[in-house]
């Protein structure tokens, strides 16, 4: 770290403002809403099929359910293949836990839960909540109290770091298990990648998913951070998550979603959101401010550069995608 610069975690109000700009100027919740939207019912689904929960329960009403029953069972039944074991079968009935990590104010969160309650009508799901900002915390009760009628959601607070929340799982010998579990843009921040995925894996119900949303090793983020990580306050946002999965053996697919931050507000000398962007880059605190000139010229450059951005009707568009990794369980 050179010079007196500061993390941008060390404020968590001055964070919020430069998050919140962020996602003004990116497509990263955009992005995000797709993946939900195409691709989460379908991992939710094979989750909860095939999960031991009701399918054990299902083998006991083998002798007396039949397909003429499925009609009772739309929502169970509406995406089952024709081939799946269970087609011939009433699924018991299943109760899905989720837990979020860092849920901040559980906008994502909120969007995932209602998308499983959408295709799933008749499912009571339990959602926890992993969030260590009470701010935040409050935010995402509000928006349950506000967006929840109509949904059969119940949920659980614990304002805490996911390293608190593991902690305490195992002071109190809990036997939790969760069918979906996720971290959304968390990673970086966690004490330790290795433990915090071991930990949460081992949390995982019978055929449960854990999803994890960070940026991807193409983005523009990963080639910055690559250059210029061990010059700011943290090389967080520096991972090779892949590369720790397969060392951990882990199953896992990935899903890349194209996103985009505009970022031609930074190169105007003294204007206040390039400066707000800057700091959200680099994870540094008034970072033209109080970075070295010849470190903010050079971070200059190089976000001009291919591998960070193009050009586009004289804008300057940052590469913001993203990877979402699917770990079975």
Known sequence: MESSMKPLSSDYSYYLKTFKLFLERSTEHQCLQKFIDENLPDIVTRAYLNSSKCSGAAEQQLSRDRVGDAHNYPSAFSMLPEDHPLGTRRPAKFEPNVLGI????GKIDFEILHKIQSKHPSLSIHDEVVEPNPEQISSYQARVKDES????????????????????????NESKKFDLIHMIQVLYYVQSVHDSIKFLHSLLESNGKLLIVYVSDGSGWHSLWKTFGSRFTSSSLFLEVRKLLDEMRMKY????????????ECFIEGNENGELLLDFLTEVMHFSKTAPAALKTEVLQYLRQPQCSREEDGKVIFNNTLQVIVIDC
């Not at 949920?155 to 902690?167: A, C, D, L, R, V």
């Not at 697919?253 to 031609?264: A, P």
């Open 102 to 105: 860092g849920s901040g104010s």
């Open 253 to 264: 697919q990935i899903h890349e979603l194209s996103s985009d931050l505009d970022i031609t």
């Open 149 to 172: 009628q109509g949904l059969n959601i119940s949920s659980t607070w614990n304002q805490m770091s996911s390293e608190e929340y593991e902690k305490q799982v195992k002071e109190r």
